[in-house]
T-cell receptor, first 115, second 115 residues
Framework: EAGVVQSPRYKIIEKKQPVAFWCNPI?????LYWYRQNLGQGPELLIR????????DSQLPKDRFSAERLKGVDSTLKIQPAELGDSAVYLC?????????????FGPGTRLLVL | AQTVTQSQPEMSVQEAETVTLSCTYD???????LFWYKQPPSRQMILVIR??????QNATENRFSVNFQKAAKSFSLKISDSQLGDTAMYFC????????????FGKGTHLIIQP
């Protein structure tokens, strides 16, 4: 079974430029998460989707960040315009809605460097 | 809000030794789940072990086991017969209720296994 796929793996951009990250979750997983991991820190949740609905986006900086999950499968996270402080690893995770709890499976992440 | 604290930024042990990583958490909820994730230098976050709060029995997965002390809000990870491939960042994580929410992570412990 294929794991969570993310692209690109690395991205270097200049500040004020737009950038987008793509995530393909594990087949059949209805819940999708985007996390941001700053250097030396644990990941922090940005947004959670249940199917195509964003059910928790309270930590998403909505002035510059946006996300979508078309047809409840793939998801895209966008930053426009990027700032120096956005340099981080962006992780996507997915989980299956079954049983009493859900284990989140992570993708390899996209490492963003804003110059 | 829940918090997760990992008080050991870095640990180093010799191959084949046993090592214990500490984790404490703070929550007012009675139903929750705890996880240990491993993040090697490649950045892929991998689930090591998980524990349901309502289960008194400590979880074990081969060389990995936990010491879950609910009253003390402590959740330590023990790695027996450590191997070079165990070198990685280890993150303790918490999720409340049904497990669908985003994970709350600690800052991580960098574990180095010396040959």
């Amino acid at each position: 079974e294929a794991g969570v796929v993310q692209s690109p793996r690395y991205k270097i951009i200049e500040k004020k430029q737009p950038v987008a990250f793509w995530c393909n979750p594990i087949s059949g997983h209805n819940t999708l998460y985007w996390y941001r991991q700053n250097l030396g820190q644990g990941p922090e949740l940005l947004i959670r989707y249940e199917n195509e609905e964003a059910v928790d986006d309270s930590q998403l900086p909505k002035d510059r960040f946006s996300a979508e999950r078309l047809k409840g499968v793939d998801s895209t996270l966008k930053i426009q315009p990027a700032e120096l402080g956005d340099s981080a690893v962006y992780l996507c995770a997915s989980s299956l809605d079954s049983g009493n709890w859900k284990t989140q499976y992570f993708g390899p992440g996209t490492r963003l460097l804003v110059l | 809000a829940q918090t997760v604290t990992q008080s050991q930024p870095e640990m180093s042990v010799q191959e084949a030794e046993t090592v214990t990583l500490s984790c404490t958490y703070d929550t007012s909820e009675s139903n929750y789940y705890l996880f240990w994730y491993k993040q090697p230098p490649s950045r892929q976050m991998i689930l090591v072990i998980r524990q349901e709060a309502y289960k008194q029995q400590n979880a074990t997965e081969n060389r990995f086991s936990v010491n879950f002390q609910k009253a003390a809000k402590s959740f330590s990870l023990k790695i027996s017969d450590s191997q070079l491939g165990d070198t990685a960042m280890y993150f303790c994580a918490f999720v409340s209720g049904g497990g669908a929410d985003g994970l709350t992570f600690g800052k991580g412990t960098h574990l180095i296994i010396q040959p």
